[in-house]
């Protein structure tokens, strides 16, 4: 099947566009259509038949009920019976909107549509399109999210496209959608009724309409045993094909997990992805980095998971390491939809940084121009089990200046560089638990320990390295000098990376 896929403009609608996908629908067949949440399938929802071709096409369980979308707030009763008084304000407040209320159903929506169940899930969206759609089609749409079962849920036409196209009739394209995350579902049959899925409807704003409503406890968190009580929960849903983990703590214990998790995962030749924010994006290095959006405002993370997890996917990534996002407002939403696209896996980004004895490797000499930073290049070359910030500096550094040239020819000579070197002052801002100093000899040291009182993890290179073969100072003479001390350095720092590499072992 060929699918038909037109535009329109959601502040001027094609009605021819609406009338032809009208007519689809009304002759059983299927259209794609953008909802301020996610791009909905629709079908229409009193025809038995249009409910199985709408499982068919996205591979869903037909056991998993959909959602009956309609355009006019008259037109709920004609679907649903014992509908309880509270709903008059809830869709005063909320409808048309990003909220799904479960009623008992009328005799007129069939089993198919409900997934057998006696009650009927119903919403009446604010995208003018969709409000237009569902009136061509006769008032009665039934509309899951637009995806194959089990990917992410599409926020664009393009998605539907990749997961539908060929297998429905038509797609109308209406753009990015709003929101990016489905409905709020709040089940009315129960007193008070209750949230089966978060979205951008949260309790608190039900609770300021008609007081305390309840939350299914399978929401959030992998500890419950029960299964959801909306059918469609208990899928691992809205996944990538990667493995994703959630690193949780706070923020800069997650973006140094999330580092040392990355070049791990790198240094086994995984492929890794990273979901980072505009406040973090600039602390990573490895890894391809994603920006979901500000933490100023998690209206931007929810707009952008979805699309983010599919290039994810595109990009053919192995892993993907996701910052924890607060659980205000939509917040809950979002950590919903991303712990089950993790299936749940979450990583305490405290116990991974805690494995992490140091995390910034320091060499001091005294004017930073040769041995120190030759060291420094030296260890960056070196296969090391842990991520770490190398850099080399200097006791009496008056002015910033690049490496002696001669340590640059014999650096150069051994197929490496300090052409991004400028010496730089050591001072006590470096010093941290995490910062390990190696001095370049004993009176490097001396000055550092004489410096600064509160100097910790300070040791000769010699000391670290337990190796006591002197490192030479070829200051002031000729090439061959500062080769010979290359070839010590080289040595000395291959026994400081051997260590390392014990520690991140958690040897001691
Ligand atoms: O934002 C949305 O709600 C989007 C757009 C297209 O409107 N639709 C959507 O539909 O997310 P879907 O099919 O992907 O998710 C519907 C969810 C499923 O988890 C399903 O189990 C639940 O609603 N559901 C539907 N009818 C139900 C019922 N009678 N009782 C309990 N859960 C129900
Ligand atoms: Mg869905």
């Known amino acids: 099947m060929e699918t038909i896929v037109k535009k329109t403009d959601k502040n001027q609608i094609d009605k021819e566009v609406i009338r032809e996908a009208g007519d689809i629908l009304k002759k059983g067949g299927l259209v794609a259509f953008p909802t301020e949440t996610v791009y909905g399938l629709g079908a229409d929802a009193l025809q038995?038949?249009?409910?199985?071709?709408?499982?068919?096409?996205?591979?869903?369980?037909?056991?998993?009920?959909?959602?009956?979308?309609?355009?006019?707030?008259?037109?709920?009763?004609?679907?649903?019976?014992?509908?309880?008084?509270?709903?008059?304000?809830?869709?005063?407040?909320?409808?048309?909107?990003?909220?799904?209320?479960?009623?008992?159903?009328?005799?007129?929506?069939?089993?198919g549509t409900t997934g057998g169940l006696d009650t009927v899930a119903v919403r009446m969206p604010s995208d003018?399109?969709?409000?237009?759609?569902?009136?061509?089609?006769?008032?009665?749409?039934?509309?899951?999210?637009?995806?194959?079962?089990?990917?992410?849920?599409?926020?664009?036409a393009e998605h539907v496209l990749e997961d539908l196209g060929g297998k429905i009739d038509m797609v109308i394209d209406g753009g990015s959608v709003e929101i990016g995350l489905e409905s709020t579902i709040l089940d009315m049959?129960?007193?008070?009724?209750?949230?089966?899925?978060?979205?951008?409807?949260?309790?608190?704003?039900?609770?300021?309409?008609?007081?305390?409503?309840?939350?299914?406890?399978?929401?959030?968190?992998?500890?419950?045993?029960?299964?959801?009580?909306?059918?469609?929960?208990?899928?691992?849903?809205y996944a990538p094909k990667a493995r994703l983990a959630i690193v949780e703590g706070d923020l800069r214990e997650e973006i140094l997990a999330i580092r040392q998790l990355a070049y791990a995962a790198s240094r086994e030749g995984k492929k890794v992805g990273i979901i980072a924010t505009d406040e973090t994006l600039p602390f990573y290095k490895y890894g391809l980095v994603k920006d979901i959006g500000t933490r100023e405002n998690e209206k931007t993370i929810a707009r952008n998971l979805?699309?983010?997890?599919?290039?994810?996917?595109?990009?053919?990534v192995d892993t993907i390491y996701s910052e924890s996002f607060a659980m205000q407002g939509i917040g809950k939403a979002i950590m919903n939809r991303l712990e089950k696209a993790a299936g749940h896996l979450r990583i305490s980004a405290a116990a991974v940084v805690k494995e992490q004895r140091y995390r910034r490797i320091i060499f001091v000499s005294s004017a930073d121009s040769a041995r120190g930073p030759m060291a420094a290049e030296l260890l960056r070359q070196e296969d090391l089990e842990q991520e770490y910030v190398i850099d080399s500096m200097g006791i009496v550094v008056l002015f910033p200046?690049?490496?002696?040239?001669?340590a640059e020819a014999i650096m150069k000579s051994a197929g490496m560089t300090l052409a991004?070197?400028?010496?730089?002052?050591?001072?006590?801002?470096?010093?941290?638990d995490d910062v390990l100093i190696l001095a370049i000899n004993e009176a490097a040291k001396s000055k550092l320990l004489a410096e600064y009182q509160n100097a910790v993890n300070v040791y000769t290179?010699?000391?670290?390295?337990?190796?006591?073969?002197?490192?030479?100072?070829?200051?002031?003479?000729?090439?061959?000098?500062?080769g010979e001390c290359y070839e010590v350095l080289k040595v000395l720092v291959g026994k400081v990376a051997e260590k390392l590499n014990a520690f991140a072992k958690g040897e001691k």
Do not use: C
């Open 48 to 111: 038995e038949e249009a409910a199985k071709k709408t499982y068919e096409a996205k591979g869903r369980p037909s056991d998993n009920p959909l959602i009956v979308h309609i355009a006019d707030y008259e037109d709920l009763k004609k679907i649903a019976v014992n509908i309880p008084a509270e709903t008059d304000a809830l869709a005063a407040h909320f409808w048309p909107g990003p909220l799904t209320m479960i009623f008992e159903k009328s005799d007129i929506v069939p089993y």
């Open 128 to 156: 003018p399109v969709a409000a237009e759609l569902i009136r061509a089609a006769g008032g009665f749409v039934s509309a899951p999210s637009a995806n194959t079962s089990g990917r992410p849920s599409p926020t664009t």
């Open 189 to 237: 049959t129960v007193e008070p009724p209750m949230i089966l899925r978060p979205g951008a409807i949260t309790a608190d704003m039900f609770e300021e309409v008609i007081g305390p409503v309840s939350v299914d406890e399978t929401i959030l968190g992998s500890e419950s045993k029960k299964p959801p009580k909306a059918p469609g929960m208990k899928y691992r849903h």
């Open 306 to 316: 979805y699309r983010i997890l599919r290039e994810f996917d595109e990009e053919d």
């Open 401 to 406: 200046e690049p490496a002696n040239q001669k």
């Open 420 to 432: 991004q070197h400028t010496s730089r002052q050591f001072n006590d801002e470096n010093l941290q």
């Open 461 to 482: 290179i010699n000391e670290f390295a337990e190796d006591e073969t002197e490192i030479p100072d070829p200051y002031g003479k000729p090439l061959t000098a500062y």
